[in-house]
């Protein structure tokens, strides 16, 4: 192996458990059904680029998971575009009123919401509620 392809794969591995761990999923239709059929928890996040709860509550995410990895290895983080899916049937099944709602699902159980809140113990109970599921 020459030294250019060592460097190469050698930066890659280093990157890897970062890149993994790096953003949420972007959901497609039948992903969340086919999670739950796995049995993962799932802390959902019904989002708008344009709306500034939304990303207030998605530094607060992403600030939480920076501190405490276990959030991002024992629950499954999917984004839902509320633009895109906004009335879909997985926002009309789950009753979602609006964007900047998030919500925990374990089975056939929510476990817990939280619409239009950007308070960081609010969001961090919530991701608590998912983390506990996860490892129970």
Partial sequence: MDRRSFLTLTAASLALPFSARAAALSYTP????????KGETLFLDFTASW???????????????????????????????????????????????????????KGDQELGRIVAQTGTSDIKALMDTALAAATS
């Avoid at 983080?77 to 009335?87: A, C, H, L, P, S």
């Fill in 30 to 37: 039948g992903m969340v059904q086919e999670r739950l059929a």
């Fill in 51 to 105: 709306c500034s709860t939304c990303r207030s509550q998605a530094r607060t995410i992403q600030a939480l998971k920076s501190d405490n990895p276990a959030y991002e290895q024992g629950v499954t983080f999917i984004d839902i575009d509320w633009d895109t899916y906004g009335k879909s049937d997985l926002a009309k099944s789950l009753k979602i009123p609006r964007r900047s709602t998030l919500v925990v699902l």
